[in-house]
């Protein structure tokens, strides 16, 4: 007999992430209430899903209440890249913690299970590495990354009382740099940033000298993380680290992008912003035993599936 479709609520489903993972939703045949502010998230994105009968979109702010069915909660409504959050601090903390607020209401009155689009960046400038999920993490508490930093770890505290208080079926994913199609073009994120440089033919502009580390993860494996986690029994509640461990550094991204796109684009060295993290690479043994789940996505695969995405959006 053929399973019955699922309603999905999408917070920040008109995003990057979101918007893939509403992708995949529908796919497999569940129905998904996408509620994002289009505050970084653009219609772009979804498009292609506002015809489609399982999917609705609902023009909400999540730091005010909201009043739903559903059968699950996914919550990824949140700036996240670095000039985005910091556009508005106080609003990105409150989409933190007032957001987070609202939507474990929401979890708690249909007892469905939520899960929390958590980040590294509760590591803050990590001292451990790579980083295990026991690692309270080296985090500034009054720095320009702290609105986002603290508001997610924030978030993360009222996501574990809820679990413990009232009994919630929480699902908190540590999500390290994830990079793919329909990332923001002006989001100033490595990635986005050096493709349309290298594509444009304009300086690349490596921040500090290019040593510090990332390890990146391609977009569609990190969805299927999302649904492996939300797959799992309600004992399971994270925190799980999901994310690619092929460190390298920015200064070695920067090469790759060069060649793959076949740019003469030179590389500029630019100040290292404040905070910004030396390395990151995410130890994710807890997501390969317990979601029996690693990414397979090869970077470069990845990232020429990204610089195609952009090279269209640039013709356009
Ligand atoms: P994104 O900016 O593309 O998507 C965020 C979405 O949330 C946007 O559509 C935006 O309009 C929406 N939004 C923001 N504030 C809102 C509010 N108050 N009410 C309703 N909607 C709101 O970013 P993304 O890369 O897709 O990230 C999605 C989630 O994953 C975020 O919570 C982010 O912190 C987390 N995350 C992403 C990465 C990454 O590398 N992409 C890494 C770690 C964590
Ligand atoms: N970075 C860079 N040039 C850019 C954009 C970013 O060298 O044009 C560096 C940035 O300083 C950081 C790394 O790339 O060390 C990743 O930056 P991003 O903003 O993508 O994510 P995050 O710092 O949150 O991991």
Redesign the pocket.
């Known amino acids: 007999m053929k399973a019955l479709a699922k309603r999905i609520i999408v917070?920040?489903?008109?995003?990057?992430?979101?918007?893939h993972l509403s992708d995949r939703l529908i796919a497999q045949g569940d129905e998904v209430l996408c509620?994002?502010?289009?505050?970084?998230?653009?219609k772009a994105?979804i498009a292609h899903l506002l015809q489609h009968p399982r999917f609705e979109l609902i023009r909400?702010?999540?730091?005010f209440p909201l009043y739903l069915e559903a059968d699950a909660i996914y919550?990824?409504?949140?700036?996240?890249?670095p000039i985005?959050y910091q556009h508005d601090p106080v609003?990105t903390l409150?989409?933190s913690v007032h957001?987070s607020i609202n939507i474990l209401g929401l979890a708690k009155r249909l007892n469905v299970p939520v899960l929390q689009?958590?980040?590294?960046?509760v590591y803050g400038n990590p001292v451990v590495h790579p980083q295990t999920e026991d690692y309270w993490g080296n985090v500034n508490p009054i720095g320009i990354r702290s609105c986002?930093d603290e508001g997610?770890r924030a978030a993360e505290t009222l996501f574990f009382d809820y679990h413990r208080q009232h009994g919630l079926n929480i699902k908190v994913a540590?999500?390290?740099?994830?990079?793919g199609p329909?990332?923001?073009i002006n989001?100033g994120?490595v990635v986005s940033n050096f493709i349309l440089q290298a594509l444009e033919g304009v300086p690349i502009t490596l921040y500090g000298d290019g040593a510090q580390t990332r390890s990146f993860?391609y977009v569609d494996d990190m969805v299927e993380a999302f649904l492996a986690l939300m797959a799992t029994e309600a004992h399971e509640t994270g925190p799980i680290n999901l994310g690619n461990p092929a460190e390298m550094t920015i200064k070695s991204l920067a090469e790759t992008v060069l060649r793959l796109t076949g740019s003469s684009s030179e590389i500029v060295f630019k100040p290292l912003p404040q905070d910004d993290p030396q390395q990151r690479r995410p130890d994710i043994s807890r997501a390969k035993e317990r979601l029996d789940w690693s990414p397979s996505t090869e970077l470069e695969a990845g990232l020429a599936r990204t610089i195609a995405y952009f090279q269209e959006l640039l013709s356009a």
């Open positions: 917070t920040g489903g008109a995003g990057f992430l979101g918007s509620v994002d502010n289009f505050y970084t998230g653009t994105n909400h702010d999540v730091t919550h990824l409504a949140c700036p996240a890249a985005h609003q409150k989409t957001g689009a958590s980040t590294s960046e986002y997610k540590r999500i390290f740099n994830t990079y329909r990332m923001h989001d994120r993860c």
